[in-house]
């Protein structure tokens, strides 16, 4: 099904229902929080501030790299 629904996403020849739709962006979402939980760890090792201060995100996403 997922296969189907990410062929249609890419390579759109028919429309998506809402349930496709939903469902792509429901994989999304799942696959972005590791994605930028990583992205930060990798900021914070590499010890890049972009503000001044404790990044918006720290709080956030501390927990998941200790």
């Known amino acids: 099904m997922l296969a189907t629904v990410v062929q249609k996403t890419i390579a759109?020849?028919?429309p998506?229902?809402?349930f496709?739709?939903?469902?792509?962006?429901?994989?999304?979402?799942?696959?972005?929080?590791?994605v930028t939980a990583g992205l930060y760890l990798v900021k914070s090792a590499m010890g890049i501030n972009l503000m001044a201060g404790p990044s918006p995100l720290h709080n956030l996403l501390y927990h998941?790299?200790?």
């Open 20 to 34: 496709e739709a939903f469902l792509v962006s429901s994989a999304v979402f799942v696959a972005a929080l590791p």
């Open 64 to 66: 998941f790299v200790v």
């Open 16 to 18: 998506l229902s809402w």
């Open 12 to 14: 759109p020849n028919q």
